[in-house]
Structure formats: structure tokens, C-alpha cells
């Protein structure tokens, strides 16, 4: 372990307990119409002006906070490529679900493993797996993160209500929580 990586562990406990404390459920649906479960903090309906295309339109809008841990995000443990299938293991489960992009990071630089990858399958609750063309890299503990993709456009369902993503901040810069701005699909 690195020093950046408990850091980053602490503070994206910290941030994951502290959100908890006002638990709301919300589905997130990606692009790719992977849909994903999660623990957010709902912020209030808002009534604001937007101004869009010229077009002034009144809309309601609604900002989530959302932990990492509430299956947006994993600490790796182990990698392997067999095949050309890659398979990461992390340390708890992740949440995640076949389709789904993710950003991988591992605390020291692999430019077989690191960067954005499209999930193939989820074979457990701890492993993952991408296509990835390459010689086989050997079972060997690793450690780092992974991270879903949140992307504008993307759908948030909260009490039965659709929101569309129109803008995502990562507030502290080491992925503890996204704040994902949205405004209701009427």
C-alpha cells in the first residue's frame, strides 16, 4: 500500500459513512442501459431557470451526492489475463454489473490493466472481467482502484422519477463521492 492509497482509503470511508447517515435508494442506468443500484444522498427539488439553446425553460432539478462504495467504486487486490481475458479481484464487493465502464488505477502504473475498460462479465461479487489483447500476465496481488464511469446523459431514477445527468463533480479529487447535478425528464 501506498500512502495516497490509505488516504484515499480513509477519507472515502469517512465520506461513505458520513452519506449513509441520510440513505436514499437510486438506480443509475449508464449509456449502455447498464442499470446499477445505489446508496445516495437525494438533495431537495430545486425550481430554477436554465438556459439552453436560447430557450429559457423552467425545470426541477435535484443534486445527488453518491459514495463510491455504493457500487460505484472497489479496491483491487489481484489482477490476471489469460487468453486475452482479464480478471481483477478486489477486496470487498463491488457492485458492479456486466456492461458497465470502469476506470482502473493501480498504485504503480500497468498499461496492460490501467485505463478505461467495458466489463464482460461478473463472474462473483469480488471478480470482474474485460477483453483485453495481450500475453498472459500471471495471478499476482495488486492494489489500487476502480472506478465506474459516470457519464452527462446518464439516467437517475430516485421515487419513481427519472432525472437526466447534466453535469458530475468529483468534489475532492480522490474519488470519494461524485455530486451529480440533474435536471427531471418531464
Not at 446518464?154 to 451529480?180: N, Q
Amino acid at each position: 500500500m501506498s500512502f495516497a492509497s490509505d488516504v484515499r482509503e480513509m477519507l472515502a470511508d469517512a465520506a461513505y459513512d458520513v452519506l449513509l447517515a441520510f440513505p436514499d435508494s437510486i438506480t443509475w442506468t449508464n449509456r449502455a442501459n447498464t442499470e446499477i443500484s445505489l446508496t445516495a444522498n437525494a438533495g431537495p427539488l430545486e425550481i430554477e431557470e436554465v438556459e439552453f439553446q436560447n430557450i429559457v425553460t423552467e425545470e426541477t432539478s435535484r443534486v445527488f451526492t453518491v459514495p463510491q462504495q455504493a457500487g460505484l467504486y472497489a479496491r483491487l487486490s489481484n489482477k490476471a489475463l489469460t487468453s486475452n481475458v482479464a480478471t481483477m479481484t478486489t477486496r470487498a464487493a463491488h457492485g458492479f454489473v456486466a456492461g458497465l465502464q470502469v476506470f482502473i488505477a493501480l498504485d504503480t502504473a500497468d498499461t496492460v490493466f490501467d485505463g478505461y475498460q467495458v466489463l464482460s462479465t461478473v463472474p462473483t461479487t469480488t471478480t470482474y472481467t474485460f477483453a483485453k489483447t495481450n500475453a498472459n500476465v500471471t495471478s499476482a496481488a495488486a492494489t489500487g482502484y476502480c472506478r465506474a464511469v459516470v457519464n452527462e446523459g446518464d439516467t437517475i431514477t430516485f421515487e419513481s422519477a427519472p432525472y437526466e445527468v447534466t453535469r458530475i463533480k468529483v468534489g475532492d479529487g480522490i474519488w470519494c463521492c461524485y455530486e451529480l447535478q440533474t435536471r427531471r425528464i418531464q
